[in-house]
């Protein structure tokens, strides 16, 4: 893909947040909210309280405590990896996402797991203010994701993720009064999960809860320190209920609910932790509170633990992002093998329409 960028442009660009968007709730890297995993992407986006692949890392880690408990039927590890062409509808044959997870049980230790995620955003033309070509340069941005989890009762487990952040949107330097710099930046950022059995005879072992806080971290800067840019804190609370389980067909329902922990006016951003804690919560209108959580439900169908069927349907408030899409996958598992497809089925006008998941993963 071939995007036009001149000097100004670019000044706008990382100065004024101008092509990121308005308003309170907006963040950098938004590559890091993108659902991985064509499992849980099938079923509306909601993996929180299921969480029970490799994909686990970035749905909630503490999942990742509950898939080794029997040694007679559980692998030791796990490898998954996906890839998208990311926003179809604009037809950027390089604007892809690739997702890449493993995880493995080391006895007495718990689970250490790992995450690669990485969007490419292409090949930009730089010209100048008067449109005349000065070269080319690559976009693009990535996390390195390491992971712990471990169970601190036999139905809780708990997961902390580590992770490093990187984004290379543009190589060209530019100077704005005493703040000089480029479009590339590093930050720093935790993930912490927990997932819960409870262990009471109404619900047989057959019902989750799931809750993780991601991207908690510093802002991230391009240039001025002032202007920095939240990343994405995403809270996500849900639950999956088994509907049945014989020895052939099992089902399960789950319902995921998401809010970006935010609190931005103009170009000034609150703190990570007073944004997280307090400010995003208590300051501006309630009912802006109120719309700001997205709500995604879906199902998994099992026949005889070979091939699955998936639904979902996610939604958010026209007011703050306005995605609403269904969600339809299927998978397949031969031996230690999986295969995962998700499709995303949106209004044409969505760029999230038409959007395929694959995903492979091993066990071993």
Not at 149 to 175: D, F
Not at 273 to 300: P, Q
Not at 340 to 352: H, K, Q, V
Request: aromatic share 14%.
């Amino acid at each position: 893909m071939k995007k036009i960028f001149s000097f100004c442009a670019i000044v706008l660009f990382f100065m004024n947040n101008t092509l990121l968007a308005q308003g309170a709730g907006t963040s950098a890297v938004p590559f890091l909210m993108i659902a991985p995993g064509a499992k849980a992407g099938g079923m509306g986006e909601s993996g929180v309280a299921i969480a029970n692949d490799a994909t686990a890392v970035f749905w909630n880690p503490a999942g990742l405590a509950f898939q080794y408990e029997d040694p007679e039927k559980d692998n030791l590890g796990e490898a998954s990896f996906m890839h998208t062409q990311w926003l179809p509808q604009f037809n950027f044959s390089d604007l892809f996402y690739d997702y890449l997870a493993a995880r493995y049980y080391i006895e007495d230790v718990g689970m250490l797991a790992g995450s690669i995620t990485f969007l490419n955003l292409g090949e930009n033309v730089q010209t100048n203010t008067n449109g005349d070509v000065l070269g080319t340069f690559n976009s693009q941005e990535y996390a390195i994701t390491l992971s712990y989890s471990t169970k601190l009762q036999e139905n809780l487990g708990i997961g902390v993720n580590a992770k490093l952040v990187r984004s290379e949107l543009s190589p060209i330097t530019v100077k704005v009064g005493r703040e000089s710099g480029n479009g590339q930046a590093t930050a720093v950022a935790i993930d912490v999960g927990v997932m819960w059995e409870p262990a009471y005879d109404i619900f047989d072992n057959r019902f989750r809860l799931g809750a993780s806080l991601s991207n908690f971290g510093p802002a991230i800067t391009y240039i001025d320190k002032d202007q920095a840019d939240p990343l994405p804190t995403t809270l996500r609370m849900g639950f999956a209920y088994k509907a049945f389980d014989d020895e052939y067909n099992s089902l399960v329902v789950t319902y995921e609910t998401t809010r970006m922990l935010i609190r931005r006016v103009g170009t000034k951003a609150d703190d990570f932790v007073t944004a997280t804690f307090y400010s995003s919560w208590v300051k501006g209108d309630l009912s802006n509170r109120l719309k700001s959580f997205t709500h995604a439900i879906g199902f998994e169908y099992w026949y005889a633990n070979l091939f699955a069927i998936r639904g979902g349907y996610f939604n958010e408030d026209r007011d703050f992002g306005n995605r609403k899409f269904l969600t339809v996958g299927f998978g397949l598992q031969v031996d230690i093998f999986g295969f995962d497809f998700g499709y995303i089925s949106a209004n044409e006008e969505s760029p999230l329409a038409e959007t395929m998941r694959y995903s492979l993963s091993v066990k071993f």
